[in-house]
């Protein structure tokens, strides 16, 4: 496969000339950070990506994870590189500095961590638990567990996991059962089986911190009866060192369809020690804190696995001769042309270009308001978390069903030469389809804004989120286009509101298909935003190809939105209309 | 995963109620068949598909296949179930019977074939291959080549492959260069490399019939300068059994996404003695003759696929309990409610049924055509080829696209269980991924759509297509639904009659498009004409079901159409506007 290439110019371009960068970091009171040094740093992590991570992709697909002895060896090089990984400090970039974290704005590490995905998707995963679990602690633990684990955790030198499901219990966290036994000492006795836990052991770090869902003894039923707990795979020494061995082991490693190289594995805790993170019985909303992040880094993996399947279909489509292009001949010295000239072939790379750098730009204006969430003004935080809030589960869903179709596409560009594993394309697919599946299904994510973010406080979240789209739309200079861009932008409001009337079953039947069509109307609004802007790039290409794509996408992909509108717009009626006996003839 | 069961109630709906298979027959002149006899023959095949073949899926993608000392070896017991499908008659089904096939009826074989696919795709791809074989050394081998080969490729003691590509030529088999050296015997000496040959070794058979692409020393450049060859693995000896092994010989097999129980094959040609097959220079058109079947043949992969997906996606969602359905408590005696009640899950489910009834509807109105090509008048024979070759790129794309749509939501109901090995949802979405591939690429099939079958004689094949579906919509009796698929029929024909005058470029530009847009109208017509038919059936679940999916499929899968449309009828400039160059931002 062609290697993978950073995206650094278009970083740049949204970054500093869409997003205004400069300004942004002005207005938040940290001057001391510019688009130069953000630059810098995607530079930097561009090379961490392309040198020491993507090499190890398509080799640890073939050799996968081992489970021996209890213990989980990765593939090999993984364990190197993730040592590489904090020696550089990258595993502390968004970390507190009161931890020795780097308090990076998460419009600079945003487009490190697309690149880690894209480079490799398996590898990434541990690390990006690790930072929820960082956000977990520091929100919700107690200052005595704070002081032993989050400057480990931050740096790296101990990684964490995410210890939710059990065999009986996925999207339903209310039917766990895991238990938590009390101890005089202020420690729990942790007993119960987990399930899907990435990373759960690993040859990586020194020592792992599980963060644990459990019941107390006379927890009330249901979700309102969870609790949150600190599990270390290794107890600490009186010198907070990893010392003896906590009751926590490994029953085995799934095989899996992808991200072959994370281990995911079967956790059993019996009678481990634990500690409590948060207070009683508030464990789901601990974890729901960190949710937001987690759920959006998901989204990334959508976007950094389509970039690299993008790239890989444009290298193959330029070098790739083969027929003649109906609008004339293109290569006249060769018996045929390159491919990329093929009108069917440029529409499915122009499928692939235009949604992903439509998701990208998602991300970033997703990054600036994370930015804003952690040192805006109280105003401006109260704004930014609902703008958050309502964007997460878009951004979960619609980039990595977004991340499916263009793999796949990539696949597509190479006809049969996709389907074989030595061209990394079918990798790629396959890696990515986890995405529209953890942390919460892509249907949970529908059900989630249509349920929640969008009629919480009636409609509160949709218009901060207008709010926020429309000042894009009110700085644009090209008033034809400004004025479809508002159309757009008001519709999509206008029919949101229509749906904050639905009944939850009419919601939940409209969920899927409202998400899409919101995801196609916003990210319409955000190219005519992003070619505005572009029109005045030094970039030359740029300046032209970002217009070019914007017409790509307002002609063949936004059409989908109006699709997808007629459709939860039928009501739940034939969609509750068959009994459950009555969907097979036997 | 939940073992795979025939929808035998379907297929007996379908033929008998539906295509009125009895009359059909009697028309035919093969009154001796009936639709008694057919749902025979369906029970056997659903007996062999479950317990022999399906059996065998799993392990066999485990397993893969293996190449040593040049002999390739299959997964266990796939060989000694190739054995009883040949022993119990069932690769002779299509055959003539001038050489002791069975010239069993199309619509009694397709389901058979669907379900070989659902059970094994792997498994299946040989003998769909041989079938291939068949056809063309029927068609167009001399008396000579007939009698030494026919026979016991019908009966299955050996099997048939296709090497049409080569590494630099797929599509474009203009590029193809392996050589045909005349010997004064009247064979050939073939030389050359072939890529993506399947079953081009296997321990299943005692010989191996190789139908070959090559130029002749002197052939005119490009397509008209290709002549077909037979190549056996072993020549023939004087009492016509496999003797000398000729110079053929297996260079590697891939490694691949999917379908790994099948072994693709590099085959190198070595100065291998081979026979003409049909005229000289005249090679391609050899090939196309069997292109209808085989292309078809992938369709059906995608539909096979996709039932097998669904039937384990129904059963998991029948017995997962998860959550309580927003509609009400469904299961008062348990925590929760089964998800086949959520309505989104409903949904999900629902995008499958009502696409994979509507393409196997579209593939038993196909195999109707293919009888009607075979045994009726010479009008009749004209008639429904034209609707065949309309239907067939069709039926390619549209069911295998459709295939990977649906085995990904069939990984979806499962949540992260989907991405598991064990349940088997995944290997279901790895298998088909290469039906989008081989036999023409999906975006080549849209281009024979458009650029060929819609274009050629001024718009005729439309007009066959056309009236053969107004038959169905003129003998419905519910005269609302009756208008309805009127309209939606007459709609597609007018928007197709009005790309008749699209220029090269721009129908290269719309045609994946139009193929969708094409695909979602006519089994919108199918739908119509179905639930009408189910009005009256003895089957109280299909009287009512069908009608219910009908609903779901014009409420929630229809709007597609729409999309597709106005994605197609936006031109080909901003397809073509942004130069190779633009693609990227280096």
Redesign the interface.
């Known amino acids: 496969m062609p290697l993978y290439?950073a995206?650094t110019?278009?970083f740049q371009?949204l970054l500093k000339d869409w997003l205004g960068l400069d300004a942004h970091y002005q207005k938040l009171g940290i001057g001391d950070f510019d688009s130069e040094l953000a630059s810098e740093i995607i530079a930097q992590g561009a090379k961490f990506a392309l040198d020491v991570v993507a090499p190890l992709n398509r080799e640890g697909d073939e050799e996968g994870c081992h489970l021996e002895n209890g213990s989980v060896t990765t593939p090999k090089g993984f364990a190197d590189a993730y040592q590489e990984y904090v020696a550089n400090g990258w595993n502390a970039m968004l970390g507190s500095a009161d931890y020795d974290g780097q308090d990076l704005p998460y419009t600079m590490a945003v487009p490190v961590h697309e690149m880690l995905n894209a480079a490799n998707l398996s590898w990434r995963l541990t690390t990006m638990l690790t930072e929820s679990a960082v956000l977990a602690v520091t929100k919700h633990a107690s200052d005595d567990l704070k002081n032993k684990y989050l400057a480990k955790l931050i740096s790296g030198e101990w990684t964490g996991t995410m210890n939710l499901?059990e065999p009986?219990?996925?999207?339903?966290l209310?039917?766990l059962n895991t238990k938590a036994e009390p101890q005089d000492d202020g420690s729990y006795k942790i007993t119960g089986n987990k399930?899907?836990i990435t990373a759960g052991d690993q040859d990586w770090s020194s020592n792992i911190v599980h963060l644990v869902l459990a019941r107390l003894p006379d927890a009330p039923k249901g979700v309102k009866g969870i609790s949150l707990f600190l599990v270390p795979k290794f107890l600490l020494d009186d010198n907070n060192e990893p010392g003896e061995a906590n009751q926590v082991s490994v029953g085995s490693i799934?095989?899996?369809?992808?991200i072959k190289a994370s281990p995911t594995c079967v956790m059993n805790f019996d009678e481990a020690t634990g500690w409590l993170v948060g207070e009683e019985n508030k464990g789901l909303a601990c974890m729901f804190t960190m949710m937001n992040d987690a759920r959006f880094q998901v989204g990334l993996q959508g976007l950094g696995a389509a970039e690299a399947s993008y790239?890989g279909a444009?290298t193959y489509a330029?070098e790739r001769?083969?027929?003649r292009a109906?609008?004339g001949v293109q290569n006249p010295d060769g018996?045929?042309d390159?491919i990329?000239?093929?009108?069917?072939?440029?529409?499915?790379?122009?499928t692939q270009?235009s949604q992903i750098e439509g998701a990208r730009a998602l991300s970033l204006f997703y990054a600036k308001f994370m930015d804003i969430e952690k040192l805006g003004t109280e105003e401006e935080k109260v704004h930014a978390d609902k703008v958050l809030q309502f964007l997460t589960p878009i951004c979960k869903a619609y980039m990595t069903d977004m991340g499916?179709e263009t793999t796949?596409l990539g696949?597509?560009v190479f006809?049969?030469?996709?389907?074989?594993?030595?061209w990394g394309m079918?990798q790629l697919?396959?890696d990515v389809?986890?995405a529209?599946?953890?942390e919460g299904?892509?249907?949970i994510q529908?059900?989630d804004l249509i349920g929640r973010k969008l009629t919480r406080d009636g409609g509160d979240m949709l218009n901060a989120t207008y709010q926020a789209f429309n000042e894009l739309v009110e700085a644009m200079t090209d008033n034809d286009n400004k004025a479809l861009a508002q159309g757009l932008l008001d519709d999509w409001r206008a029919s949101s509101a229509d749906c904050l009337g639905m009944d939850?079953?009419t919601?939940?039947?409209a969920?899927?298909?409202y998400l899409a069509y919101t995801a196609y109307s916003l990210i319409g609004v955000l190219w005519f935003s992003m070619a505005d802007t572009a029109a005045q790039s030094d970039?030359t290409?740029?300046a032209?190809?970002k217009q070019?794509?914007r017409?790509?996408y307002?002609?063949?992909?936004l059409?989908?939105r109006?699709?997808?509108k007629?459709?939860y717009s039928?009501?739940?009626?034939?969609?509750?209309?068959?009994a459950?006996?009555?969907?097979?003839?036997?």
Chains 1, 2 share one sequence.
Do not use: W
């Open positions: 290439h995206p110019a278009d371009f499901t009986h219990a996925g999207t339903d209310s039917l399930i899907f799934e095989h899996k369809m992808g790239q444009l330029r001769v083969q027929s109906p609008q018996k045929a390159p990329v000239f093929q009108p069917d072939v440029a529409r499915m790379l122009l270009k499916l796949s696949v597509q006809g049969g030469h996709g389907f074989i594993r030595e079918e697919m396959r389809r986890i529209m599946l953890y299904t892509n249907g529908a059900l939850a079953t919601a939940a039947s969920a899927c298909d970039n290409v740029i032209t190809a070019k794509t017409d790509f307002i002609d063949r992909i059409p989908r109006d699709a997808h007629v459709a039928a009501g739940a009626e034939s969609t509750l209309a068959i459950a006996s009555e969907f097979d003839y036997l």
